[in-house]
């Protein structure tokens, strides 16, 4: 009979936080390029537009992070205490709202394109819930769409730990690849899909379409401790994997699956996407965790810049696109005219300024208040000179 792997402890997982933060910061930049390039009217049907549109594909990036990191903490075997649950949901509150909410209040007084919104919609943003109610996404904020997904991810997490934590490790692994294989058919509710449209809702942005991309990170948090012999000879050389991910964005870019500019995609097209930014998301997050930490792909994700810039990143995310459409106006460009690598270069330093702005004066101070850990300390500790010096993760 096949025994699961022992729990994990501090001592036998690999030090891989750092990576994880250079890849955060990698993920913000993927998303800026595609925001920027559709802004500055990048040709839809080009090769270059339809690329640079899936670049998309880093939000499955981020996505898989997350279920990494919290999944390897809360969803092993010995399910955490309540008290362990109440700082879970306040790590969480306190790393998410107040910049958040921040955003949505300067975005309203100062972003012009938003002054017109109707209250209810910036009610419903503020409280993640913009994907239930018609024309919920505002001007300047369209993008937080994947963070009401991410934050109904938090929410099911302690319920997945509870339901799963008497089944044995492959158990868990099988009903994970179910579920996200279940989850592929999500776009091919077409019934649902109608009612949605009659209420003026996207059903795609629905959070249940995405499980796959979470249960991506969650998968390797599983194997950690124990990978199969495929996963270690796939990860052994990083660059295997990337090439597979490549090869999906690729595939994802073709007119078969991507309809050109903002065409609502059928629902097989729809599901095709999805699991091709599964495939991507894989092949950018399982080598962090399984290929050896000699290996450039980790030295590069551990660099000192990637580190600092993944400590940000969350403020690079959340005021990338308010920055680029209050630019381009600065500027006097109208939407979809403009010099995309001036313009994206421009918006990157902005949002780099501005999050490390709100990193040092709002997240950072929160955090310690708190008594929560940032991830950049968390990365620090892991790092593989403190690993090297004895020094034990936070």
């Not at 025994?3 to 993927?30: I, K, N, S």
Request: hydrophobic content about 50%; some cysteine; proline content about 9%.
């Amino acid at each position: 009979m096949h025994r699961p792997p022992p729990a994990p402890t501090t001592t036998d997982r690999r030090p891989f936080l750092p990576a994880a933060e250079g890849l955060r910061a990698v993920a913000a930049t993927g998303i800026l390029i595609t925001h920027v390039a559709f802004q500055t009217g990048v040709p839809a049907h080009s090769w270059q537009g339809r690329i640079l549109t899936r670049f998309d594909f880093f939000v499955p990036v981020f996505f898989a992070l997350s279920a990494l990191l919290l999944w390897r903490r809360y969803g092993n075997p010995t399910p955490p205490t309540a008290g362990q649950w109440r700082r879970y949901t306040r790590s969480r509150i306190i790393r998410l709202y107040p910049v958040y909410l921040l955003l949505i209040g300067i975005v309203v007084l100062f972003h012009q394109p938003a002054f017109r919104v109707d209250p209810r919609t910036i009610l419903a943003t503020g409280v993640f819930a913009q994907l239930y109610v018609p024309h919920g996404l505002a001007p300047g904020l369209t993008h937080l769409w994947s963070l009401a997904v991410e934050v109904a991810f938090y929410v099911v997490l302690p319920l997945a730990a509870i339901l799963l934590r008497r089944c044995s490790h492959p158990v868990r692994i099988r009903i994970l690849v179910v579920l996200a294989a279940l989850s592929l058919s999500w776009g091919l509710l077409t019934p649902f899909d109608a009612v949605a449209h009659r209420w003026q809702l996207n059903w795609q942005l629905f959070p249940p379409a995405y499980t796959p991309w979470f249960i991506v990170g969650m998968l390797a948090a599983e194997y950690e401790t124990a990978p199969p012999r495929w996963l270690v000879v796939l990860c052994r050389r990083p660059i295997w994997p990337l090439l597979v991910g490549v090869a999906a964005l690729v595939c994802a870019a073709t007119p078969v699956v991507a309809p050109p500019g903002l065409a609502h995609p059928t629902g097989a097209q729809f599901a095709a996407k999805i699991f091709l930014g599964t495939v991507f998301a894989a092949a950018w997050v399982w080598p962090v965790v399984f290929t050896p930490a000699t290996s450039w792909f980790y030295r590069w994700l551990s660099s000192g810049l990637l580190l600092w810039l993944g400590s940000i990143s969350y403020g690079i995310f959340l005021y990338h696109l308010p920055l680029l459409e209050h630019l381009m106006a600065l500027s006097a460009i109208s939407p979809f005219h403009g010099n995309t690598l001036l313009i994206g270069a421009v918006t990157w330093m902005a949002s780099v300024i501005v999050a490390y702005a709100s990193y040092e004066w709002v997240e950072d101070p929160l955090r310690r208040l708190s008594g929560t850990v940032s991830t950049s300390k968390h990365a620090q500790a892991m790092s593989p000179t403190a690993v090297t010096k004895g020094a034990s993760p936070a």
